[in-house]
């Protein structure tokens, strides 16, 4: 008797299509569709437009932050310092700018430099002393922390120079300029892990790395790359939070890594590695900024909102296992 093959239905054609040529998983865009509709009936002021530029404003520093987390996790790695290093960086600029008094260009290098470094620091000790990059990640986290609070003596630092305010607090026909550096740094991140060999490789030793190092990719050489990208993009978070508050905060970003790494998640990235999306990823931003900007427009206490974050991200792996599941099964 011929066997029946069983063809996919019109909605998993249509999925398959939105990861092929968008790389973008629909669950997700309905799900933002979905939270943003519910939050314009609860609250009247949800849809002004002031409103839509305090979420993106909101979600440019978790965004970025939410881009380093697409990469370590799609490579199969894990980054639990991306918070703390978050902090470091902004209190490294603002000493540079303020105690140090040099000029605004080194106070932003200064930033990116120290995420870069720490992240370095992470790749190194992953690949070359072969400690798990949870446990690795999650001593940076304390580390960077203690190293902010160390360099502010505890305390914030106060007194920008404009040209760093401007970066945080500026507004460009109208647009602020964290959501132009959120937005340009999407554009390129998405570029380059969806069209280069960058990218094909980072998501090759997430899916299996004897057969990346088979294919002949410098796995170690790759994931500290990684690591040091990932840093680095913690560090500009840091330096749109800095310039955005006018102060380097040493106590900035706590928990930031969770909400980053389930905004990714959200997004599409396989928390296993193997497959990220980077413009998935800013749709799980935007499902993270609607819902605590949601939340505190309904008066909902913080801690609660805490609480909604983790239960988002439980659910996002369930869908995301789910998925995965289902399509092995096909």
Same mark, same amino acid.
């Given at each position: 008797?011929?066997?029946?093959?069983?063809?996919?239905?019109?909605?998993?054609?249509?999925?398959?299509?939105?990861?092929?040529?968008?790389?973008?998983?629909?669950?997700?865009?309905?799900?933002?569709?979905?939270?943003?509709?519910?939050?314009?009936?609860?609250?009247?002021?949800?849809?002004?437009?002031?409103?839509?530029?305090?979420?993106?404003?909101?979600?440019?520093?978790?965004?970025?932050?939410?881009?380093?987390?697409? #990469? %370590?996790?799609?490579?199969?790695?894990?980054?639990?310092? !991306? $918070?703390?290093?978050? *902090? @470091? &960086?902004? /209190?490294?600029?603002?000493?540079?700018?303020?105690?140090?008094?040099?000029?605004?260009?080194?106070?932003?290098?200064?930033?990116?430099?120290?995420?870069?470094?720490?992240?370095?620091?992470?790749?190194?000790?992953?690949?070359?002393? #072969? %400690?798990?990059?949870?446990?690795?990640?999650?001593?940076? !986290? $304390?580390?960077?922390? *203690? @190293? &902010?609070? /160390?360099?502010?003596?505890?305390?914030?630092?106060?007194?920008?120079?404009?040209?760093?305010?401007?970066?945080?607090?500026?507004?460009?026909?109208?647009?602020?300029?964290?959501?132009?550096?959120?937005?340009?740094?999407?554009?390129?991140?998405?570029?380059?892990?969806?069209?280069?060999?960058?990218?094909?490789?980072?998501?090759?030793?997430?899916?299996?790395?004897?057969?990346?190092?088979?294919?002949?990719?410098?796995?170690?050489?790759?994931?500290?790359?990684?690591?040091?990208?990932?840093?680095?993009?913690?560090?500009?978070?840091?330096?749109?939070?800095?310039?955005?508050?006018?102060?380097?905060?040493?106590?900035?970003?706590?928990?930031?890594?969770?909400?980053?790494?389930?905004?990714?998640?959200?997004?599409?990235?396989?928390?296993?590695?193997?497959?990220?999306?980077?413009?998935?990823?800013?749709?799980?931003?935007?499902?993270?900024?609607?819902?605590?900007?949601?939340?505190?427009?309904?008066?909902?206490?913080?801690?609660?909102?805490?609480?909604?974050?983790?239960?988002?991200?439980?659910?996002?792996?369930?869908?995301?296992?789910?998925?995965?599941?289902?399509?092995?099964?096909?």
């Amino acid at each position: 008797m011929a066997s029946e093959t069983t063809q996919p239905g019109f909605w998993a054609r249509v999925q398959r299509a939105s990861v092929e040529r968008l790389h973008i998983r629909l669950e997700s865009l309905v799900v933002l569709l979905a939270l943003g509709t519910a939050m314009a009936l609860l609250s009247p002021y949800f849809l002004s437009l002031s409103n839509f530029l305090n979420i993106l404003l909101a979600t440019s520093t978790i965004g970025v932050l939410a881009i380093a987390a697409t #990469f %370590v996790i799609g490579s199969g790695g894990l980054d639990l310092s !991306l $918070g703390s290093v978050m *902090g @470091l &960086a902004g /209190v490294a600029g603002a000493f540079v700018a303020v105690n140090l008094g040099w000029p605004s260009v080194l106070a932003v290098i200064a930033c990116i430099l120290a995420g870069a470094i720490a992240g370095y620091i992470n790749g190194q000790l992953v690949t070359r002393a #072969f %400690v798990p990059a949870f446990i690795v990640t999650l001593g940076m !986290l $304390g580390l960077a922390r *203690g @190293l &902010a609070l /160390v360099i502010s003596q505890g305390r914030a630092i106060y007194g920008l120079p404009p040209e760093i305010v401007y970066i945080g607090q500026g507004r460009p026909f109208g647009i602020p300029m964290p959501v132009i550096i959120f937005v340009l740094t999407a554009i390129v991140a998405h570029a380059v892990l969806a069209y280069t060999r960058f990218g094909r490789h980072t998501l090759a030793l997430g899916d299996s790395e004897g057969a990346a190092r088979a294919a002949g990719i410098r796995v170690e050489h790759h994931r500290r790359i990684i690591y040091t990208l990932s840093g680095a993009l913690a560090g500009l978070a840091g330096l749109l939070f800095t310039a955005r508050v006018n102060a380097g905060d040493p106590t900035a970003g706590i928990n930031y890594e969770l909400t980053a790494i389930t905004a990714a998640i959200i997004g599409g990235t396989n928390l296993f590695g193997g497959r990220a999306s980077i413009l998935g990823t800013m749709i799980g931003a935007l499902i993270m900024g609607v819902l605590q900007n949601g939340l505190t427009l309904l008066a909902v206490q913080s801690y609660y909102q805490q609480m909604a974050i983790g239960a988002v991200l439980i659910l996002a792996v369930f869908i995301d296992q789910y998925q995965v599941r289902k399509e092995s099964r096909v």
